[in-house]
T-cell receptor, first 115, second 109 residues
Framework: KAGVTQTPRYLIKTRGQQVTLSCSPI?????VSWYQQTPGQGLQFLFE???????NKGNFPGRFSGRQFSNSRSEMNVSTLELGDSALYLC??????????????FGPGTRLTVL | QKEVEQDPGPLSVPEGAIVSLNCTYS??????FMWYRQYSRKGPELLMY????GNKEDGRFTAQVDKSSKYISLFIRDSQPSDSATYLC?????????FGDGTTLTVKP
């Protein structure tokens, strides 16, 4: 069974630009969660989507948004990029909602660098 | 105060040593507990998953949960250089997942 895939793997943008990251979950998984990982802040929860609906949201500004499609694939968008947005963005999928008894499986991440 | 506190490390041990990695938590709603291993420039990989107090063993790895003390541990026996990675504890409950900041382990040959 194929794992979680994320594209692109690496991305370089400049301040003020916007970026869209993509995540394809494991086949059959309906929940997709997004996380930001930085050396200083660790792994921080952005949001979770289940059946095309946002279920939970972390403490990030409105510049961070996402959506999920009917095939469970998900996209994350960051507008008006700031230097502090440089991070590894991880996507995780699970069968059901992540807050319940469902293990999360992570993709390899997209490393975003903002110059 | 963070809901999940993880021993910060870094930790450096000789090959063959027993390693103990620890996390404490404050939210009683957490019911499911996981350990992830993350190699440099890779996504976290699920190692262990448990939901009850007690021990769960998988090969050289043992996960221990003490809900009364809100404390979880991961033990690695006969550690190998290939175990060198960052280990993250994670907890689920009340509709959310919360991760520790990670402990970086280096096992020296």
């Amino acid at each position: 069974k194929a794992g979680v895939t994320q594209t692109p793997r690496y991305l370089i943008k400049t301040r003020g630009q916007q970026v869209t990251l993509s995540c394809s979950p494991i086949s059959g998984h309906r929940s997709v969660s997004w996380y930001q990982q930085t050396p200083g802040q660790g792994l921080q929860f952005l949001f979770e989507y289940f059946s095309e609906t946002q279920r939970n949201k972390g403490n990030f500004p409105g510049r961070f948004s996402g959506r999920q499609f009917s095939n469970s694939r998900s996209e994350m968008n960051v507008s008006t990029l700031e230097l502090g947005d440089s991070a590894l963005y991880l996507c995780a999928s699970s069968l059901g909602v992540a807050g319940g008894r469902n293990e999360q499986f992570f993709g390899p991440g997209t490393r975003l660098t903002v110059l | 105060q963070k809901e999940v506190e993880q021993d910060p490390g870094p930790l450096s041990v000789p090959e063959g040593a027993i390693v103990s990695l620890n996390c404490t938590y404050s939210n009683s709603a957490f019911q499911y507990f996981m350990w992830y291993r993350q190699y440099s420039r890779k996504g976290p990989e699920l190692l262990m998953y448990t939901y009850s107090s007690g021990n769960k063993e998988d090969g050289r790895f043992t996960a221990q949960v003490d809900k009364s003390s809100k404390y979880i541990s991961l033990f690695i026996r006969d550690s190998q250089p290939s175990d060198s990675a960052t280990y993250l504890c994670a907890m689920m409950g009340a509709g959310k997942s919360t991760f520790g900041d990670g402990t970086t382990l280096t096992v020296k040959p």
